[in-house]
T-cell receptor, first 117, second 112 residues
Framework: QKEVEQDPGPLSVPEGAIVSLNCTYS??????FMWYRQYSRKGPELLMY????GNKEDGRFTAQVDKSSKYISLFIRDSQPSDSATYLC?????????????????FGQGTILTVHP | DGGITQSPKYLFRKEGQNVTLSCEQN?????MYWYRQDPGQGLRLIYY???????QKGDIAEGYSVSREKKESFPLTVTSAQKNPTAFYLC???????????FGPGTRLTVL
């Protein structure tokens, strides 16, 4: 079982739709969660960074964390064609047995989103 | 402008050749990382470095080598020992190991 699971899609929605992107994780020690957006043939860019359970909003984007269910979500309101990209969830690996953490990010597989006009 | 640069954007290699991918950052970040991205598999960590002259293997280090002689530079060599090198390679950096990572534009390597 992968530590972070993400439905690769592809997901196709009409412009203006509300998009829901989801990931599940298996390690309850994961505490921080990130969403990256990656346009075709480009490097990922950080969209949102959350720590606690609950919602975090930034413009049309809302990140939601449910630690009891080990479930994280990214909602996009009023989706636009420019939102068409691959969306990756990620979490920093918790410290190892030696008490150190080298900052490794564990990524989901990424969900390919297309918003058509 | 501050940022991470990678070169070349596209690279073609014949089987049996070693190639080196460049990664430079002017963000004054201590930590740097190399990832490989294949379709449907997300990003996988190859090597990482928290400080100059120190680096550690990630999850898929076999067939790769790195150096960290300068804070701003973290080149990756793909050796002939790497059996399936065709992939999209991404370099990232962060202020330190506790902070979010910022990515470069990537290098697409194709083995002919």
């Amino acid at each position: 079982q992968k530590e972070v699971e993400q439905d690769p899609g592809p997901l196709s929605v009409p412009e203006g739709a509300i998009v829901s992107l989801n990931c599940t994780y298996s390690n309850s020690a994961f505490q921080y969660f990130m969403w990256y957006r990656q346009y075709s043939r480009k490097g990922p860019e950080l969209l949102m960074y959350t720590y606690s359970s609950g919602n975090k909003e930034d413009g049309r984007f809302t990140a939601q964390v449910d630690k009891s269910s080990k479930y994280i979500s990214l909602f996009i309101r009023d989706s636009q064609p420019s939102d068409s990209a691959t969306y990756l969830c990620a979490t920093p690996h918790p410290p190892n047995a030696g008490g150190t953490s080298y900052g490794k990010l564990t990524f989901g597989q990424g969900t390919i989103l297309t918003v058509h006009p | 402008d501050g940022g991470i640069t990678q070169s070349p954007k596209y690279l073609f290699r014949k089987e049996g050749q070693n190639v080196t991918l460049s990664c430079e950052q002017n963000l004054n970040h201590d930590a740097m990382y190399w990832y490989r991205q294949d379709p449907g598999q997300g990003l996988r960590l190859i090597y990482y470095s928290q400080i100059v002259n120190d680096f550690q293997k990630g999850d898929i280090a076999e067939g790769y080598s790195v150096s960290r002689e300068k804070k701003e530079s973290f080149p990756l060599t793909v050796t002939s020992a790497q059996k399936n090198p065709t992939a999209f390679y991404l370099c990232a950096s962060s202020l330190d190991k506790y902070n979010e990572q910022f990515f470069g534009p990537g290098t697409r390597l194709t083995v002919l």
